[in-house]
């Protein structure tokens, strides 16, 4: 994985903090030496009373701070009775421990205070680039390797990008329109281009202004971006320490035009480069100018957002995106209604409450006595309603859900896709903030809902199917007249279009990657610029047609990490589907290759969809593949924060990404493999010896003499988070511990829930074959359906009177709609408790598929006292508000803590120049340290 690069730290608060570091050092050995010869204490002699006493004075006369609570106020009363009353000899053994137990745990505290301080003089003073290191590695051990990559991908690029082919554009305007060739399609493509040009009206008249708050996030968001030049990452990274530069840049790209703005130089032409992603694949990269880079992301940004809350709406739109919840086929509701529902009406509803007395005119005098006014009289009960009022001959043959339908898997299914795979690659405008879903964070969630989505349809349908789509260099090789016919057709005014078509036919200088090629610049006619803000904005548009296609004619949820897609569905589903995007490659002018999923590997898991039956599995070859190129960025860090940095984000913190969410839906055989994975990692990194004996051996040189103290106590200062002084240290083992509760069979739960449906399925049935004759043929007259039309069009061949409906036509809409609470009874009064037949929920089966059962860690005693005292002290948090992995540590090494630190602070965190913590652990803080700032692409 791509390295961080060292923090940048500014001269004055380097030197700020050398200040402070001196001052520890010298603090920490007077505090030691001025009790060791301490003349009051020594004149104490060897009288115990004397020895305590002045032990005691002196504590409070230098280092008064050390006082809990009244703790040395209640001692001086201790001492005090001592001196009269002998009975109390036998105590100053004890209270002497108790002083000398305290000074030795601030002196514990002081030596980790300056194992922290030596760290960071580490950090600070290391000149050492890793990222140096790093990208030479490749190179000195696999160079032909290295060659033939980078070969492959300019060959790629050039043939992409340069590429002559044309775009049937009619036939790319004619499948855009039939995505919203009906009545809510249209009223909803109307809106969105008044929307969209509204928009782009506002920009390019400077009616919206760029905002510091949109300069800031763009220069984080391109700092993280792991395929930009080392040169630009320190410059972004030197403008997030400076406010006064953030401003200025600001006030420079608002000065910029975007109806006049080209690219600089363009006779010289922008040079071509390559380099690694996270996962050590080479891409094609194009050189921008720094003040480019700035104004094209934050523009990226702007519109990425703006289409996100568009497209948004566009969905929202009745009946344009079948959520498949609202309305259904009458006929197949009706014949539900017939036979799961009771003959009679329910029972009147309760009196309303009497009237209030009338208002009495205030009093001139005492009020005389209350007059009692009776209660009107109750009204009588109205007739029992029929369950359903007769209906017209005319119908439109859709049925409306019931009114007290609850949330289905429909629903749930629905918001999913919307919260995490939507657009999921697109900022979103949070207040006067953009927020962007990390790449790790949506693949982890694809896994967890293709697993679970097989496990349903195994339930369900008894046989899964599935189907992956991956396109040929999607980004490379996306046609710069669809890009802009999409842009046209969405309602981009024409001055718009103009920016963009500067921007996509930007002039490349290819000589200096391509062997024998001479000077000569030439303009790009297809794909954009990798991991380039434009990048996502164009790709995701131009898929967002891929997704409503999909699912207008499947009902079903194109799942995609990109361009990578991924269906799961009915066998017939799977077929439109694949129809689907060959349509849309065919009309966008790509190339595709979809199979079916026998052998799709996600991350480092394999899932597997073969006849019909689904399983999961790790892949060893990627699990061997991660664990060296982590193996090989640790050994290019440049001291140890660095390394403990760089673990906690690539192995320390569980890799959801890889091996999936730690959910009900994988299965305790799957948790067993990825212990087993995490196993091989480990071998390879450290080569047969483990984390703690590793970094036990990179402490040493750093920890203060005497290290005896702190090596009896370092594994907490190894483990525990760093607000209490600990390296914060993560283990991917805590997070497998916690979720052992995993059941051992996935699909328990919804083999529950078919039970349950079996079971109410067989009560309908019986409480149906109770029903009179005349019970039914009043029922039917009800619902309009004594006529031999009605019946047939609802019923088929079944006779209604005497045949109930099969099992499949009361699940047909199991992940549609609920099964209604009913009574079943053949009387009109309401029957016993014991009658009722429970509903079938399969909400509640689904959701159980993505729940992540972790362990409940209880604290109670000394270290649960602890916890509450320091909470919300400089980042320290109360129990519950404590991930779960932390209060795992926290249980662990607590009573270790309190023994030898006296609590749970390992170090006194006020002598540590916590502004460069802060800045050596990373920009965003404690909580941002394990984000890993790579993208997968």
Not at 886 to 913: A, H, Q, S, T, Y
Request: glycine share 4%; proline share 9%; with cysteine.
């Amino acid at each position: 994985m791509f390295p961080c690069l060292p923090p940048i730290i500014s001269p004055a608060l380097k030197h700020v903090a050398h200040l402070k570091i001196d001052e520890l050092n010298r603090m920490r050995d007077d505090f030691r030496h001025r009790y060791t010869n301490n003349a009051a204490i020594l004149a104490a002699g060897n009288d115990p009373l004397k020895r305590v006493s002045a032990l005691l004075k002196e504590i409070m006369k230098l280092d008064p701070y050390l006082e809990d609570g009244d703790e040395f106020q209640t001692l001086l009363r201790y001492l005090e009775q001592a001196k009269h009353d002998r009975s109390m000899s036998s105590q100053l053994a004890r209270f002497e421990k108790q002083l000398l137990d305290k000074l030795e745990a601030h002196a514990n505290r002081m030596d980790v205070s300056l194992l922290h301080v030596e760290l960071l003089k580490q950090a600070i003073s290391s000149t050492t680039s890793v990222t140096a290191d790093f990208e030479k590695a490749p190179l000195e051990d696999d160079f032909d390797l290295v060659e033939n990559e980078l070969e492959i991908a300019f060959e790629n690029f050039e043939n992409n990008t340069l590429a002559s082919r044309d775009l049937d554009v009619d036939a790319l305007e004619k499948f855009l329109s039939s995505c919203f060739d009906t009545e809510a399609g249209k009223k909803a493509l109307d809106m969105l281009r008044k929307d969209i040009k509204d928009y782009a009206n506002d920009l390019m008249d400077g009616s919206e202004e760029i905002t510091e708050e949109e300069v800031e996030w763009s220069v984080r968001d391109l700092f993280h971006n792991s395929l930009l030049s080392d040169e630009k990452r320190v410059i972004f990274q030197s403008y997030l320490e400076s406010p006064a530069a953030l401003k200025e840049l600001q006030s420079t790209m608002n000065m910029k035009s975007i109806r006049h703005w080209n690219w600089q130089d363009i006779e010289k032409g922008l040079p071509v480069t390559a380099r690694q992603n996270s996962e050590g694949k080479y891409y094609t990269i194009v050189e921008e100018n720094i003040k480019d880079t700035l104004f094209l992301h934050i523009l990226a940004a702007g519109w990425s957002s703006r289409l996100v809350t568009c497209l948004t709406e566009v969905i929202s739109t009745p009946d344009f995106w079948p959520e498949f919840h609202g309305t259904f086929p009458n006929a197949d509701m009706e014949k539900r209604v017939y036979y799961l529902t009771s003959p009679y009406g329910a029972p009147p509803p309760p009196p309303p409450p009497p009237p209030p007395p009338p208002m009495m005119p205030p009093p001139m005098m005492p009020p005389p006595p209350p007059i009692m006014y009776p209660a009107p009289p109750m009204p009588p009960p109205p007739p029992p309603p029929p369950v359903w009022p007769p209906t017209p001959k005319e119908r439109t043959g859709i049925f409306q859900v019931h009114p007290f339908t609850q949330s289905t898997i429909s629903e749930k299914r629905n918001k999913d896709y919307m919260l995490h795979f939507f657009l999921s690659r697109l900022p979103r405008r949070w207040g006067g903030e953009f927020k962007i879903t990390h790449p790790n964070e949506t693949q982890a969630m694809l896994i967890k809902h293709l697993v679970a989505e097989t496990k349903v349809r195994e339930a369900f349908d008894r046989e899964v199917h599935g189907a992956t789509t991956k396109f040929d260099s999607f980004v490379e090789s996306l046609p710069h007249q669809a890009i802009l016919t999409v842009l046209k057709f969405i309602g981009v005014p024409d001055l718009w279009l103009e920016f963009f078509t500067r921007f996509l036919k930007a002039p490349l200088h290819m000589g200096p990657v391509v062997h024998g090629a001479s000077d000569q610049i030439h303009n790009r006619t297809h794909g954009v610029p990798v991991a380039h803000g434009m990048e996502r904005l164009f790709s995701e548009l131009s898929l967002f047609f891929l997704d409503i296609s999909v699912h207008q004619k499947t009902d079903g949820y194109l799942y995609r990490l990109h361009d990578e897609c991924y269906f799961i569905g009915k066998n017939e589903q799977c077929q439109i589907a694949s129809e689907a995007i060959a349509k849309f490659s065919a009309s966008f002018g790509l190339t595709h290759k979809t199979t079916d999923m026998s052998n799709t590997t996600i991350g480092a898991i394999t899932l597997e969809v073969k006849e019909g039956e689904s399983s999961i599995s790790i892949n060893n070859d990627k699990v061997d593949a991660h664990a060296y190129r982590v193996k090989k960025q640790l050994s290019a860090c440049t001291g140890v924060l660095d390394w403990i940095r760089t673990w906690n984000s690539t192995i320390g913190t569980y890799a959801s990404h890889l091996f999936g969410p730690l959910t009900n839906s994988i299965g305790r055989p799957h948790l067993d493999a990825i212990t087993q994975a995490y196993n091989r990692i480990h071998d390879i990194i450290f080569d047969g010896s483990n984390l703690t004996v590793h970094l036990r051996l990179m402490l040493q040189p750093h920890l203060p003499s005497p290290t005896n103290t702190l090596l009896s106590t370092l594994d907490p200062l190894l483990y525990l988070p760093t607000p209490y002084g600990g390296l914060g240290i993560k283990n991917p083992y805590t997070a497998l511990n916690l979720a052992l509760d995993i059941p051992a069979d996935p699909t328990t739960g919804l083999q529950t829930y078919l039970a349950s449906e079996k079971e109410y399925y067989d009560r309908a049935k019986s409480v149906f074959a109770s029903w009179e004759p005349s019970t039914l043929t009043t029922k039917l007259e009800n619902m309009s359906l004594l006529s031999p039309e009605r019946q047939k069009d609802v019923f088929g061949t079944l006779n209604p009177e005497t045949t109930f409906f099969p099992i499949t036509d009361m699940t047909k809409y199991r992940e549609h709609l609920e099964y209604l609470p009913h009574l079943f009874s053949a009387s009109p009064i309401p029957v016993p408790i014991p009658d009722y037949a429970p509903v079938p929920m399969a909400l509640a089966a689904y959701e159980v598929l993505f729940m992540e059962p972790k362990v409940n860690v209880w604290c109670r005693g000394r270290v649960g006292e602890e916890v509450t005292r320091c909470a919300r002290e400089d980042g320290m948090k109360n129990w519950w508000s404590m991930s779960a992995e932390e209060r795992w540590v926290v249980k662990m090494f607590g009573e270790e803590c309190v023994e030898k630190f006296g609590g749970l602070r390992m170090w006194v965190g006020r002598f540590v120049p916590r502004e460069l913590v802060r800045v050596v652990r990373g920009m965003e803080g404690e909580e941002s340290e394990e984000i890993n700032p790579d993208d997968i692409l």
